[in-house]
């Protein structure tokens, strides 16, 4: 006789959101607008405009006499339209790339988890192994991002820009097996 066990468990940056703040998933043929940034600009900070993204996933598990026999995931790389802002008045194509690049980012993390995951084998640990990654990744997630963002002085640096946007062009090319599915 199979068990069968289903676990679903979505994890992220940003787990909660509100009814107005319905996470867009990335899309190739999808790009943002000034639209999209709904939240609240904030006065405090000398950023321009603010994305947040991040990655959420879920899984089942499915078991038998209490081993696991295999199991399912899904990947996300969402952006969060009521904690993203930008200031109306200096806002402009060239900053409005710079944060369509982040979620680029968010989506290349995610596909480097897709691959990672379809990497791991069935065993009863699947579940903390997919918790492990999952942090790991946000983790390094956050290190590019960071990255991106004091390498290109957030966009002031042209040629860093470019370089980064060259960069993670070619890196979603070399995953493109693992990018976010419609």
Known sequence: MVFKSLLSVVFGLFILTSNNDEPISWKDNIKLTWNHFKGTPKTNMSAVAVTASGITFEF???????????????????FYPGKSWYIKE???AHILAHEQLHFDITELYARKFRKQVAQLEV???IKS????LHEKVNKELAEAQNTYDRETDNSVNVELQ??????????????????SKD
């Open 60 to 78: 089942s598990v499915k078991e038998s006499n209490d081993r696991v026999i295999g199991f399912n995931t899904t990947v996300y790389a969402h």
């Open 90 to 92: 200096q806002g402009n």
């Open 123 to 125: 065993s009863n640990a």
């Open 129 to 132: 192994q997919l918790r492990m």
């Open 162 to 179: 470019n370089k980064w946007n060259s960069y993670v062009k070619l890196e979603l090319k070399k995953l493109d097996a693992y990018k």
